[in-house]
């Protein structure tokens, strides 16, 4: 103990002796005045008290620094075989290295590692942190470090030592927490929904006698794929199975790529039209009805993909696997005709209605708003459509409709689209479901009654809370949508010729002159708009390239290069607000070459580059473009990436090319 502690302790002692011999003296005195006989009594007590006391003091401060000194020899000794006998591995070390004790324990546990290269690299580490943050008062260390098989959490104290910093640091051994924590984390359940994307379709084209067979076939095969991970398979509806399983067996279907999905396809009696399913699993939630929930939100976004893929949810992201298959034509238009009755009375309710589409605006787009703005119209409620930009594939287009002088006011900008909204305003979203993708993305915080109508494949980036979601992927277009809307809209519409144009033509564009992606559907829809007066060679002009335009895409077709045999990939060098556009005509482009069954341009778009890919149907370019953060379909998909080079775009884009075919079985 500190010499200073011990001379308070004394001090203490005598301050208060003092108080009892002043106490003494005034009683003593008191008795001297009321009788003086006895004054030589009180002074002999007096002097025999002081004596006494000082000797008592001197024995009592001996004892007490004896007793002190022995107390203190004995808190040394047993820090001092703390540390040597410490449980924990300990070491006092420098941070260049020099080791200044280490326990016995430290000896013991790293006998059969070759700890000195580890310490050298946590030294390092160590004091890098030290020295980016020395304002820091909290002089503690903690880290997690692995040698050999174990898992060691560090703790200890740091503190300056002339060049360098002296650390004191112990060694915990959470080895087998960890692997507790691990076991845990793997025998949470995990929820998942499994459907069967074209029911409704199978029932319709096989006869009675080919059901039953081959829906027992169905239910065997997931029920056999259930069994090789000890999972459970209920089926809660004619097309839907819940499932529940382990989260440790979760690793082991994402390695084999879900291949329940081919399996199904490759059933007898399903050559007539074969099966896909939606598969959906979920791991959040605090409980099994909130992964449940998630499952079904999961399977939404698989069905609004074309389904035949699995979701899942984990770690608060999505994971896809499978979508190799076109998406199937639904034959009835059931709900178009409910969607269409419905859009008419949110519009009858609102303020005003405003109309949007995806930023760097298409004909699709912009068709697909004007008829939704026709049909506001026509029920009397004010409506506008927003417009914040007009690239090349648009200029021909906005200047033919900027000669009419309804639609001078119709179409706004940004600034007068903020100005303009209120919470009772209905925003209609067109030829996008992505929030970050629309025209004016700040609309969409400025009401919450907001409607959908795209025909691209779900993206976890979706505008959630939608009050009504027209959302089809087997549509060609979204101008194909709103075209069936207003061939079921309770009130006789009347388009206007440009209007049926814009319409027919986003069609057009979307297709390829009806070449990909169409069903009997787009040509009803297409049929619908002839009928309304639709000038073809018209709108053929509106697709029309210049000389100059026409040069840079056939420069770009000229530098193609090939990989994976049948790949073709190109760069667009020349930068400018229109490079999307230029880039999406020469994938067109090189795609009419023999042998190519997908192209892929890159261009600079600003401060992104943008990628187009396109398909004959063989390869998914969805798949591989959506994870360079884009979309759309399996034959026509786009993509647009920051803070990258082109030549860095281009080889991960390649290595997305590979890692495609890596994946398929």
Not at 331 to 345: D, F, M, N, P, Q
Not at 533 to 546: A, L, P, T
Request: proline share 2%; charged share 25%; net charge negative.
């Amino acid at each position: 103990m500190p010499k200073n502690s011990n001379k308070k302790i004394f001090e203490g002692i005598v301050s208060k002796t003092k108080i009892y011999l002043v106490v003494i003296a005034i009683l003593l005195v008191v008795i001297c005045l009321l009788n003086m006989h006895y004054w030589w009594i009180a002074l002999l007590t007096y002097m025999v008290t002081l004596i006494y006391t000082y000797f008592s003091n001197q024995k009592r401060r001996e004892e007490l620094s004896e007793h002190l000194q022995e107390l203190t020899l004995h808190v040394d000794k047993a820090a001092k075989n703390t540390m040597i006998n410490s449980p924990f591995p300990l070491i006092i070390i420098e941070t260049n290295g020099n080791i200044i004790w280490k326990s016995t324990n430290f000896v013991k546990e790293f006998a059969n590692d070759n700890i000195n290269s580890t310490l050298n690299e946590l030294l390092k580490e160590i004091k890098l942190e030290i020295e980016n943050n020395e304002e820091n008062p909290d002089k503690s260390i903690h880290k997690e470090i692995e040698i050999g098989n174990k898992i060691y959490e560090i703790k200890g104290k740091y503190t300056k030592s002339k060049e360098e910093y002296m650390l004191t640091l112990y060694f915990l051994d959470e080895t087998k927490t960890i692997e507790l924590e691990e076991k845990y984390e793997e025998s949470k359940i995990c929820v998942g929904l499994i459907m069967i994307d074209n029911f409704e379709e199978i029932n319709q084209r096989l006869t009675d006698e080919e059901k039953p067979g081959l829906l027992a076939q169905v239910e065997k095969t997931l029920y056999d794929w259930a069994s090789t991970f000890e999972g459970l398979i209920i089926k809660s509806e004619r097309d839907t199975f819940v499932c529940i399983l382990e989260q440790k067996y979760l690793n082991m279907l994402e390695e084999r790529k879900f291949m329940i999905l081919d399996a199904i396809k490759e059933l007898e009696l399903s050559d007539k039209m074969p099966i896909t399913l939606s598969i959906s699993i979920s791991t959040e939630g605090e409980s099994n009805y909130e992964k449940y929930k998630s499952a079904q939100a999961g399977v939404d976004i698989a069905l609004g993909r074309g389904g035949d893929q699995a979701v899942i949810r984990k770690d608060g992201k999505y994971t896809f696997f499978g979508g190799k298959s076109q998406e199937v034509e639904k034959r009835t238009k059931v709900k178009a005709r409910i969607v269409s009755h419905a859009l008419e009375e949110l519009m009858l309710q609102a303020k005003n209605v405003m109309i949007m589409g995806h930023t760097n605006g298409d004909i699709d787009s912009m068709g697909a708003s004007m008829g939704i703005y026709r049909l506001a119209q026509s029920l009397n409620v004010e409506s506008y459509i927003v417009n914040n930009f007009v690239g090349a594939g648009l200029q021909n287009f906005m200047e033919a409709a900027k000669e009419e002088e309804e639609y001078q006011k119709a179409i706004i900008g940004k600034a007068e689209a903020i100005s303009k909204i209120t919470p009772e305003t209905l925003l209609i979203i067109t030829d996008t479901h992505k929030k970050t993708y629309v025209e004016v993305p700040e609309l969409l915080d400025e009401t919450n009654k907001i409607v959908i109508i795209d025909h691209h494949r779900k993206s976890p980036d979706y505008i959630e809370d939608a009050i009504l979601t027209f959302h089809e992927v087997y549509a060609s277009s979204a101008s194909e949508l709103v075209t069936e809307i207003l061939e079921y809209a309770q009130k006789n519409i009347q388009l206007t010729t440009l209007e049926a144009e814009a319409l027919y033509a986003g069609i057009m564009m979307d297709t390829k002159n009806f070449t990909f992606k169409t069903g009997v559907r787009t040509f009803e829809a297409a049929a619908y708009l002839r009928k309304c007066g639709v000038d073809i060679i018209k709108v053929k002009k509106w697709f029309q390239s210049d000389l100059k335009t026409y040069n840079k895409i056939s420069k770009i077709v000229e530098n193609a290069e090939i990989t994976n045999d049948t790949i073709a990939i190109s760069i667009y060098t020349e930068s400018n607000k229109d490079a999307n556009i230029i880039c999406a005509k020469a994938a067109d482009e090189l795609l009419t070459i023999s042998d190519i069954t997908a192209s892929f341009v890159i261009g600079e778009l600003g401060d992104k580059v943008c990628i187009s890919g396109r398909s004959i149907g063989d390869i998914n370019v969805q798949i591989i473009l959506e994870k360079l953060g884009g979309g759309g379909h399996i034959t026509l998909a786009g993509a647009q990436v920051e803070g990258m080079t082109i030549e860095e775009v281009k080889q991960e884009l390649i290595n997305r090319i590979n890692e495609y075919f890596t994946e398929q079985p």
